[in-house]
């Protein structure tokens, strides 16, 4: 970092990750500023979804792991996620039971200010009227990229500072990859979250 620029929102440094024996990063550095759009391309097995995971206290670690300045690499995941990241993990994970609207409203558990989160219940369905629409709906039976929304909005009830997104894309028609990746660049903008 030079004399007077501002430090990154997270830094990422000599990051090792295992599942049980099995390590599967070996040492990664990056960091990400405020408001930035970062993408992290692999193969598939190549270690993506092992970094976000890594990042959210979900997988063994070593290494240093600092956000907005703390470490974060000994916090429970509560905690990570109380501190404002928010993770959209590979196929999508929605709670398929309970309605849109339930799922929404867990992604704001952390948060005790009901008026805003009403208001951001409110944004959300602004972005994705769609699940307005469906807000009484079990979210099992929504289609892909529905879920998708969903689980991209849940992310957003918490207010997140990083928004950590697990091939957002999969599966999806590219019609819906091109609406969402739209509105996540609109919340980029807007919003000032890095992703």
Do not use: W
Request: aromatic share 6%; glycine share 12%.
């Amino acid at each position: 970092v030079t004399a007077g620029a501002a430090a990154p929102l997270l830094e990422v440094a000599n990051l090792h990750a295992a599942y049980g024996s099995t390590r599967v990063l070996h040492g990664i550095d990056f960091h990400i500023s405020e408001g930035e759009v970062t993408a992290l391309l692999g193969a598939n097995g190549a270690g993506k979804t092992t970094t976000l995971r890594a990042l959210c206290a979900m997988v063994r670690t070593e290494g240093s792991i600092r956000f907005g300045g703390q470490p974060i690499e000994r916090r429970a995941t509560e905690d990570i996620v109380r501190l404002g990241i928010a993770h959209v993990p590979d196929g999508r994970g929605t709670f398929a039971h309970l309605t849109t609207e339930e799922n929404l409203r867990l992604g704001a558990y952390v948060r005790r200010d009901k008026a805003a989160i009403a208001h951001d219940l409110e944004r959300v369905y602004g972005y994705f009227p769609r699940l307005r629409e469906r807000r009484g709906q079990q979210a099992g039976t929504l289609s892909g990229g529905e879920q998708q929304m969903l689980a991209v909005s849940r992310a957003l009830m918490l207010r997140p500072r990083l928004l950590l997104l697990d091939g957002p894309s999969f599966g999806l028609a590219p019609l819906i990859v091109r609406e969402l990746f739209g509105i996540l660049r609109a919340i980029n903008r807007q919003d000032n979250i890095s992703m």
